[in-house]
């Protein structure tokens, strides 16, 4: 049985955040790898409940796997976080920890939406400098979202975030206060998808899809349950940032932190990595164009060195917990890991 082990680290600004370092049955023979969640989910979003995860799959090939617990996660405490604190604080001191504790010279990273965002941010702003190897799934330095969404954002980003300071997927099964009782009962007029009021606040929380954030018919039944647990708050704060970002068509930092850029494709990004982008083809949270721009910003900077991977048939998250995806995407970003510089 693969053994786990939650290594807590203290980020830049003295927020504690967690790693979960999982072994498989024999020691690693290659180095470490750290995978990085998205908004409002937790590390474990990567262990759904299908018969081989990204985990197992990762130790099985002789990774030395760790899951980062960074600000977004919902096993922390809720806080208004912003990409720039995540890419200046958790992202640097996560692969610190890593380094310190495993005694690698270097790190690989998979890393996805928000979670790659921010981690994207970071590397750009030369705050990564041993991180050699990125697979990326979703979005990194050009969010591109469906016409209605962008509307959406626009429009109903100021307007909620007058209401509350916090967004909820768990307002689905309980809703306590007039503000959650309103969102409760918008989603569930509008979204009559499935019958699982996690995964429609899901997709009211993070876009315009039904649903969003998946293909139903790439989730098996135990998966499309267990996200139940596994979606909670979300600030409103990122989400002013995310519009921001929309606007202007490319990553923004909104903190004034002297560690980032204004503008993340203003120069070129300062990093040596090596960059696979992976895009689901029906991407309907960040559209598959969000990678070919990065993917393009990337190649002008060094020509034929990055990858830019479209996977035919898959979404957005059912990209690491669909139930095939041990057998769709999982050689991928393993081909992506194994790729020596
Ligand atoms: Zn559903």
């Not at 029906?282 to 721009?293: A, T």
């Amino acid at each position: 049985m693969p053994t786990e082990t939650v290594v807590p680290f203290t980020a830049g600004d003295g927020f504690r955040c967690n790693l979960i370092h999982v072994q498989g049955e024999r020691p690693p023979t290659k180095g470490p790898v750290l995978l990085v969640h998205g908004a409002g989910v937790r590390a474990n979003i990567f262990r759904a409940r299908v018969q081989v995860t990204l985990v197992d799959f990762l130790t099985g090939q002789g990774y030395d796997v760790w899951l980062e617990n960074w600000r977004a996660s919902i096993d922390l405490p809720p806080n208004r976080w912003t990409l720039d604190q995540a890419a200046v604080f958790d992202h640097p001191a996560a692969v610190q920890k890593v380094l310190s504790q495993t005694r690698a010279p270097e790190v690989k990273a998979v890393i996805h939406c928000q979670g790659s965002t921010s981690f994207m941010m970071s590397a750009a702003a030369g705050l990564l400098p041993q991180v050699k190897t990125v697979v990326t799934n979703a979005v990194s330095l050009h969010p591109v979202v469906p016409r209605v969404s962008r509307i959406k954002s626009a429009v109903a980003v100021p307007l909620v975030s007058t209401l509350t300071t916090f967004l909820n997927p768990q307002w689905g099964l309980h809703a306590e206060g007039a503000v959650p009782k309103l969102i409760k009962a918008l989603v569930e007029l509008t979204h009559h998808e499935c019958d699982n009021p996690v995964c429609k606040q899901a997709s009211f929380t993070y876009g315009t899809g039904f649903p969003t954030l998946w293909r139903h018919e790439n989730l098996n039944a135990e998966t499309h349950e267990w996200i139940k647990r596994e979606f909670a708050h979300v600030p409103m704060r990122f989400f002013q940032q995310m519009a921001r970002c929309l606007r202007k068509g490319h990553l923004v930092s909104v903190e004034s932190f002297r560690e980032l850029p204004a503008d993340f494709v203003a120069q070129p990004p300062r990093t040596d990595a090596r960059f696979a982008f992976l895009a689901g083809e029906c991407n309907v949270c960040f559209l598959p164009e969000s990678q070919q721009r990065t993917y393009d910003f990337f190649q002008q900077q060094r020509k034929d060195y990055h990858s830019l991977r479209v996977l035919p048939g898959y979404g957005h998250l059912d990209v690491f917990i669909g139930k095939d995806a041990a057998r769709d995407v999982f050689p991928i970003i393993l081909e992506e890991l194994d790729r020596s510089r």
